[in-house]
């Protein structure tokens, strides 16, 4: 990666900011990388841009660190036995007090790929005959949501005041992708089509048909149904709920429980959490490989043998090719 | 074999989780002690200092923190082009982030001490009398002394 893509990924990436903070950000990322050079000057530009954390952990983190410093002022307004807004809360509340909600909408053909930038906006969408959208929110004239074409590909910024997308994807859409920081995202997938989801808060619950998933999330709950050829759900405090499962799936998460229903005797699960439980559901006749674990919690698994560990508890079978690893530091286990 | 992987790498992934939680503050902590002790810096001779004093911080943790702290009035930020160079964004402490800090470093020596009592038994104390056993009720046990070592660090 170039310094010049590494900014106008971190740039992208950054959309919750306004332009000012936006604009002084990617200058100081700038400067550090001419630092950088100076202090080490045998490495290449695409070296300094390696050392770097990838464009979206930074941006999450800026995103978190602003949510953080909002909770404490509202703390020491509280502590002051006063009401204190902040001066960017009271404008935009008073923004949006008087302006209209509007709407956007239209259809197309030949969209193969759909790719959704999005900040509080939630998200619908269904199967149809072919492309068509509808948006809606609350913006100003030059803040309204941008769209754009680029051959099969079709990309929505919906900006800030965006409040609800709804989507008719059509049948040969290759790919869904998805990101908002708090909107929830509820979509039904035509067959065969992919989708990626990045969240910060929102919940997904998507339905897929046969294509392959990949959904992240910091503090949403994930559901999906439907067939996945393969899938990775992951989430930091979330649940994950995952039922139907044909092929590969890696599903984890720190702090929230995981429940996994295979669909087909052949799946490979991967399912794994610190501190939440994790049950799996093998599909019937399934004589899939097992490894079950957790440390401090209680671990079930009908037919498996109990394995020696230094510590916790283990169960194991062998078979294949299916194959389940289930793990959970303090919560239980179970694989049936 | 897979039992010690098992066990290594949830090991990892519970620091890692600790560390994450236990951190954030120490960071805040040591990033303005580092800017005082600079009188001014920016953000990467912070990183290249605390690296230097055994602290390892990502550009993803440093610029979004320093931001922050900027918006919280506890540093004042502004851009300058030294004169072989290219420009830079220098932070300093406000005089609420000396006091802050100042606030800061006292709360940490609380907290250390209180750390160091537990790990030489102040809370081993307060269980061993009540298991009974042969030397119940007397005043020189283990305990007694303890609690004298942490009520003198308390004093500090």
């Known amino acids: 990666m170039t310094k010049k893509q590494y900014l106008d990924e971190l740039e992208s990436q950054l959309y919750f900011l306004d332009e000012a903070a936006r604009t002084d950000v990617l200058r100081e990322f700038e400067s550090h990388m001419d630092d950088t050079q100076a202090a080490r000057p045998e490495l290449d530009e695409a070296q300094i841009v390696d050392r770097l954390p990838p464009p979206a952990s930074v941006a999450a983190s800026y995103y978190s660190e602003g949510a953080e410093r909002q909770s404490k002022e509202d703390e020491r307004g509280r502590k002051k036995g006063g009401f204190r807004f902040s001066l960017g809360g009271m ?40 492309f068509s959208y509808r948006i809606s929110g609350r913006w100003d004239d030059g803040d309204e949501p941008r769209i754009t074409r680029q051959g099969g590909v079709w990309k929505l910024d919906g900006g800030n005041d965006a409040d609800s997308l709804e989507l008719t994807l059509p049948p040969g859409l290759v790919e869904l992708i998805v990101s908002t920081v708090s909107g929830d995202v509820n979509a039904s997938l035509p067959e065969g089509a992919n989708m990626a989801i990045r969240t910060v808060s929102g919940d997904v619950s998507c339905t897929v048909a046969g294509g392959a998933l990949t959904v992240g999330t910091a503090s949403g709950d994930v559901s999906v149904k439907g067939s996945t050829t393969d899938a990775e759900v992951s989430s930091a405090s979330g649940d994950l709920s995952i ?12 702090s929230g429980d ?6 087909d005797p052949d799946a490979d699960v991967d399912a794994s959490t610190l501190s939440g439980d994790v049950s799996v559901h093998l599909a019937e006749g399934s004589a899939a490989e097992i490894s079950a674990e957790s440390v401090s919690g209680d671990v079930s698994a009908p037919g498996a043998r109990r394995g020696a560990g230094l510590v916790g508890a283990k169960m194991l079978r062998e078979g294949g090719p299916a ?10 286990v179970s694989v049936r | 074999m897979p039992e010690s992987d098992m066990f290594s790498d949830d090991l990892g992934k ?10 954030k503050g120490f960071l805040e902590l040591c990033l303005l002690a580092c800017v005082r002790g600079a009188g001014r810096s920016y953000g990467f001779a912070m990183l290249d200092s605390m690296a230097g004093a055994g602290l390892d911080v990502g550009e993803g943790s440093l610029y979004p923190l320093l931001a922050r702290l900027v918006r919280e009035g506890v540093l004042d930020a502004a851009w300058d082009t030294p ?3 290219h420009p830079r964004k220098y932070y300093k402490l406000s005089s609420f982030g000396e006091r802050y800090l100042e606030r800061l470093g006292q709360e940490r020596d609380k907290d250390q001490k209180a750390y160091k009592a537990i790990l030489s038994g102040a809370c081993a104390s307060s269980e061993r009398p009540r298991g009974g056993g042969g030397g119940a009720g007397s005043a020189g046990g283990p305990g007694a002394r303890l609690i004298v070592n942490y009520k003198i660090g308390g004093l500090e």
């Open chain 1, 91 to 130: 404008e935009r509340l008073f923004r949006f007090a008087r302006r209209d909600e509007r709407e956007l909408s239209g259809d197309d053909v030949g969209v193969e790929r759909v790719e959704c930038t999005l900040v509080a906006c939630d998200v619908s969408a269904v199967p149809g005959d072919g």
């Open chain 1, 243 to 254: 039922r139907g499962i044909t092929g590969r799936l890696k599903a984890g998460t720190q």
């Open chain 1, 258 to 263: 995981v429940s996994v229903y295979c669909a």
């Open chain 1, 323 to 332: 194959r389940v690893s289930a793990k959970s530091v303090s919560g239980d």
């Open chain 2, 14 to 23: 519970a620091l890692e989780k600790w560390r994450s939680q236990s951190r």
């Open chain 2, 83 to 85: 004169p072989e160079g």
